[in-house]
């Protein structure tokens, strides 16, 4: 069976800045869009193949992918769920009760999230009274969402959605955007939009995965093709001052395999920029972020992860041993693309997402159980694809490790628990 590549989507101009001095340091291969898990009939179909490749812009220096996916293709029906995951709703609650307390919100205020998924970071702002109100492409998602009675408008955020919900609506006091903003290919449309939303002392809060713990702990199997871009604070700070915005605040979280919190308000609104977002730039200047050879050093390291874990995988198999995958992850689908793993090294996969159970992994084809298997089944190892769930999943899977069976860890480096 054949299998469409798309090398059309190229990109000639850098996202933010338009410069077209674009240095390729990392080719991952081409597979198909990391979330298209396929039906059982779906199998013997062609499936459509993109490259995934990631440059960094020699002017601003956003690191980005080469190829941009339509966004209706990854985004109208979305099986990436948050609310699964019980660290993603404890980070989803502390974040609420943060944000209600640090800006005094109460129910004369609206809140928006842009990516707003199922509705369940809005759901904490709901049951302290506050207004909110939810965007998300993702039809699927937008029905749960109200049902659990989150008004969701079922659209990509644009800055004339953003003109339409002020006309409507009216104006927000917060604006949250977790785990999207590096999903978005037009940043200067989306910086456009929130300044319209957001009042004159509103705040912009986004988190997403941190470019320095990317290359730090090499955490290539975040590169895919829903993550357009690689953030870091320095070509942030440019972003956002073209738009009348500024970067009052930056936190490190853990979520995701290390990210940040940035908080962003307009330039004269009452908020101050406090000294952590000097700090960062600092410490970004230290780790040497505009220099290539910092992208071309991440590049080696990867293809030495690529073989110690396929040379491991090739020799557990040679002993007889049984291999299988937990949590069927976009992250996971280019680990094994991008290693060659193959239906005939891993077993099967286990997932907590009801959605992806009995659902095949795209280009590889490996079946998705639920996690209830590893009840009654006890495999040699299990290569942990979801291993920014590691201590979760560990601690689920506490009899199966009783039983004598090892988790294989990639990230931060290749271990076996
Ligand atoms: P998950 C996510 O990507 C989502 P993904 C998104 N693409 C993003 O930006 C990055 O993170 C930062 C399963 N699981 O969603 C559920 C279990 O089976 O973290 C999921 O299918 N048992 C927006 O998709 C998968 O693992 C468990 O106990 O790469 C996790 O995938 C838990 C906790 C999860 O990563």
Redesign the pocket.
């Known amino acids: 069976m054949r299998n469409k590549t798309f090398s059309k989507f190229r990109i000639k101009k850098c996202r933010l800045c338009g410069s077209d001095r674009l240095h390729k340091f990392l080719s991952l291969g081409s597979m198909p869009a990391?979330?298209s898990f396929l039906r059982q009939e779906q199998l013997k179909q062609e499936e459509d193949y993109y490259p995934l490749e990631i440059c960094v812009c020699e002017s601003c220096w956003l690191v980005q992918l080469s190829h941009v996916v339509p966004a209706k293709i990854m985004f109208k029906n979305y099986?990436?769920?948050?609310s699964?995951?019980?660290?993603?709703l404890s980070h989803f609650k502390t974040f609420a009760q943060d944000l209600i307390k640090t800006y005094e919100l109460s129910s004369k205020d609206l809140v928006i999230d842009i990516?707003s998924n199922d509705g369940a970071l809005l759901g904490y702002f709901k049951e302290r009274e506050v207004k909110v109100l939810g965007v998300d492409p993702a039809t699927n998602l937008v029905q749960v969402a109200r049902l659990k009675g989150i008004d969701t408008v079922d659209d990509f955020f644009t800055s004339s959605l953003a003109r339409k919900i002020k006309k409507d609506i009216g104006n927000a006091a917060v604006i949250t955007a977790t785990?999207?903003v590096?999903?978005i290919d037009n940043l200067n449309d989306l910086c456009k939009g929130m300044s319209l939303l957001l009042d004159k002392n509103g705040v912009f809060i986004a988190e997403?995965?941190y470019l320095v713990d990317l290359l730090e702990k090499k955490e290539f199997?975040?590169v895919?093709h829903?993550?357009l871009s690689y953030f870091a604070i320095t070509p942030l700070l440019k972003l956002f001052s073209t738009h009348g915005l500024k970067i009052i605040d930056v936190r490190k979280i853990p979520?995701?395999?290390g990210?940040i919190r940035v908080y962003v308000a307009k330039k004269h609104s009452k908020y101050k920029s406090s000294n952590k977002v000097k700090e960062f730039i600092k410490e970004e200047k230290l780790k040497k972020l505009t220099h290539k050879s910092t992208y071309e050093n991440f590049a080696r390291e990867v293809k030495t992860i690529k073989k110690e874990l396929v040379d491991l995988i090739k020799k557990f198999r040679d002993e007889g041993k049984k291999i299988i995958g937990?949590?069927?992850?976009?992250?996971?689908?280019?680990l094994m693309s991008y290693c060659g793993i193959t239906k005939e090294m891993l077993d099967y996969i286990?997932?907590?997402?009801s959605y992806?159970q009995g659902r095949y992994t795209p280009g590889n084809h490996i079946p998705i159980y639920p996690?209830s298997r590893l009840e009654k089944e006890t495999p040699d190892y299990v290569l942990l694809?979801?291993w920014?769930?590691a201590d979760?999943?560990l601690n689920?899977q506490s009899k199966y490790r009783e039983r004598g069976g090892q988790f294989i860890i990639i990230i931060p480096s290749l271990h076996i628990v």
């Not at 699964?84 to 993603?88: A, E, G, K, Y």
């Not at 937990?326 to 280019?334: D, F, L, P, R």
């Open positions: 990391p979330n099986l990436y769920i948050p699964t995951s019980t660290t993603m990516g785990n999207v590096a999903h997403f995965p199997d975040t895919y829903e993550h979520v995701h395999g990210s937990y949590g069927a992850s976009a992250k996971g689908n280019v286990v997932d907590s997402i992806k996690e694809l979801a920014n769930f979760e999943i689920k």
